[in-house]
């Protein structure tokens, strides 16, 4: 497995080139920064822009896939309304069309949030017409569209992913699994054993379940994800891909913190 940090550790407004140097710094292989409306990736974002930043990542870090960030929320496939649903699946598709020429190989969408105006039936059903909409655009790219499981009262059990991945029935949609993210009320490898080979990417953070709240993420190893049943349940699934480590850097000590977290991954790679 390969090492990699997300572009939002560093907070916003911190130069994705000064990121990828410093992650190459700390021994990380990838990075993974987020698609927004009006920063240094955006679906507006000239190719000629976007091939510049590919070749500083062939000197630096991988770039390995967008976060779908403020572009793909703005229009959430959890909708029954078309237009909107539309305008989802046009958006991801041009956020996978910037993956392409960056040089990465997935992109993250959350398709959208359970609340009071949105019923849980029919968010599944508008994000897996959504989903089956993009996925021949996927394919022709060969970019995984990959699902994460958020804080999103929505998807919140193995089999529903399961399920929703195999109803699109694409080689190129799949899972974006978060470790840390249901700690709280769900076992994290049985997950990774459950949806198995769906899982495209998957995210790294830790959690004090006895916080329960978004206070409880913390730090690789300083919560309470047992990784060694994790490691052990990403290689009985074959999974070879990025650890994209998802925490905050220290505001004074960036540097430390960073070579902290590489250092917790390869103790995380190495065991089991």
């Known amino acids: ?14 130069p994705l080139r000064d990121a990828m ?23 507006s974002t000239s190719e000629d822009d976007l091939k510049r930043l590919r070749d500083y990542a062939e000197q630096t870090v991988e770039i390995h896939g967008l976060m779908g960030g403020q572009p793909i929320r703005s229009a959430p496939l959890t909708t029954v309304d078309k237009d909107q649903l539309r305008q989802g699946v046009e958006n991801i598709a041009s956020a996978l069309r910037v993956v392409k020429i960056l040089g990465g190989t997935s992109l993250l969408v959350v398709p959208g949030t359970i609340s009071e105006d949105v019923r849980y039936d029919i968010a599944y059903e508008g994000t897996l017409e959504g989903l089956k909409q993009v996925a021949p655009i996927a394919e022709d790219l060969q970019i995984a569209v990959a699902v994460e499981n958020v804080w999103n009262k929505f998807l919140l059990s193995p089999l529903e992913m399961r399920n929703l991945i195999d109803e699109v029935n694409s080689p190129y ?10 700690l709280g009320w769900a076992i994290p490898q049985h997950w990774i054993e ?7 990417k998957v995210h790294v953070k830790d959690f004090k379940v006895d916080v329960g709240n978004r206070h409880g993420f913390v730090t690789l190893l300083q919560g309470d994800v047992d990784w060694k049943a994790v490691r052990a349940s990403l290689r009985s699934i074959g999974y070879d891909d990025y650890l994209s480590a998802e925490i905050p850097l220290h505001d004074s000590f960036p540097e ?4 902290d977290i590489s250092t917790s991954l ?4 190495a065991s089991a």
């Open 256 to 259: 430390k913190s960073l070579l």
């Open 266 to 269: 390869d103790t995380i790679i």
């Open 194 to 200: 459950i949806v198995a080979h769906r899982i495209k």
């Open 173 to 182: 949609v799949g899972c974006y699994f978060d470790v840390g993210n249901f």
């Open 1 to 14: 497995m390969k090492k990699a940090v997300c572009g939002n550790c560093f907070g916003s407004g911190f």
């Open 21 to 43: 140097a410093m992650a190459k710094a700390a021994g990380f292989e990838g990075i993974e920064p987020s698609l927004t409306m009006d920063a240094e990736i955006t679906t």
